[in-house]
C-alpha cells in the first residue's frame, strides 16, 4: 500500500522538473521504485515506459509553442536508436567504473556550462541541424547505450552550445526522449508479470507532472531561469552516480 502512494507521488514530482529540463525521470525512478521494493527488471521497464508517456504529453506543449526542432530531432532519434545497442555491446570492453566516472565528470562540466555559458549570439547556430543532430545521435545514442543512462544528459548541454535557446533545447530533448526510451523499454518488454495497479497509478502521476512541467516551462519561466534548471538536474545526476560509486 505505501508503494502505491509513495511511489506515483514522487514521479508526479521528478517528472515537474524533469520536464522541465527536457529529460526523462528514469533515471529516478527506477532506483525509487526498486527502494520501494518492485523488482530492478519491473522498476526499469517501467521506468522507460513513463518517460516515454510523460515526453509524450509533454511534446505537445513543446510542438504547439514551436520549440521542437525537428530537423535536428530525426537525426539524433535514427541514429541514437542505431548506436545505443552498440555501446550496450561495448561495455563489456570498459570498467564500468572508469566509465561513470568520466560521465560524472561531464555532467558537472556540462551543469556549470549551463549556469555559466553564454553563447555570444543568442539562437545562432554553429553547426547545420542535420548535421549537429547526426553527431549528437551517434554520441549520445552510443554514449547512453555504454553508461546505462538516458541520452537527454548528452543532448540538452549539446545543443545549447550549438546555439540553440535553452527552452528550445529542453523542448527537442523531451520529444527525442520519446523514441530512444521507448526503444528502451521494448528491450526489457520480455520481463514477466507487471503490477497493473502500481503501473497505472504511476502513468497518471507522470502525465499530470509533465502536464505541470511544460505549462511552467513554456508559460512560466524564461530561458536563464530554464538553464538554472536544467543545470541543477545534471549536478542531482552526478551527485547521484557519485553515491553509487563510492557506497
Not at 514522487?10 to 526523462?24: C, E, H, K
Not at 561495455?91 to 551543469?111: D, M, N, Q
Amino acid at each position: 500500500m505505501l508503494t502505491l502512494i509513495l511511489g506515483p507521488l514522487l514521479i508526479f514530482i521528478f517528472t515537474i522538473f524533469l520536464t522541465v529540463a527536457g529529460l526523462g525521470a528514469a533515471f529516478i525512478v527506477i532506483p525509487t521504485l526498486y527502494y520501494l521494493g518492485i523488482p530492478l527488471k519491473e522498476a526499469m521497464a517501467i521506468g522507460l515506459l513513463l518517460n516515454a508517456v510523460s515526453m509524450s504529453f509533454a511534446s505537445i506543449g513543446y510542438i504547439k509553442n514551436h520549440l521542437v526542432n525537428f530537423k535536428a530531432a530525426i537525426p539524433i532519434i535514427v541514429f541514437g536508436i542505431v548506436f545505443s545497442p552498440l555501446g550496450a555491446y561495448s561495455t563489456k570492453y570498459f570498467s564500468k567504473e572508469l566509465l561513470l566516472l568520466f560521465f560524472v565528470l561531464f555532467l558537472l562540466f556540462a551543469g556549470t556550462m549551463m549556469l555559466f555559458y553564454k553563447p555570444k549570439q543568442t539562437g545562432q547556430k554553429k553547426v547545420n541541424d542535420w548535421a549537429l543532430g547526426s553527431i549528437l545521435g551517434v554520441g549520445a545514442g552510443y554514449l547512453g547505450g555504454l553508461l546505462g543512462v538516458g541520452g537527454g544528459n548528452f543532448i540538452v548541454p549539446g545543443l545549447v552550445w550549438s546555439g540553440f535557446n535553452p527552452k528550445n533545447a529542453s523542448g527537442t530533448t523531451a520529444f527525442i526522449v520519446i523514441f530512444l526510451s521507448f526503444a528502451g523499454f521494448l528491450g526489457h518488454i520480455a520481463i514477466g508479470k507487471i503490477d497493473i495497479m502500481l503501473l497505472s497509478l504511476c502513468i497518471a502521476a507522470s502525465i499530470a507532472g509533465a502536464l505541470v512541467g511544460s505549462w511552467a516551462m513554456t508559460t512560466k519561466l524564461n530561458a536563464n531561469q530554464v538553464k538554472k534548471i536544467i543545470a541543477i538536474v545534471l549536478y542531482v545526476v552526478a551527485i547521484k552516480m557519485i553515491w553509487g560509486l563510492i557506497k
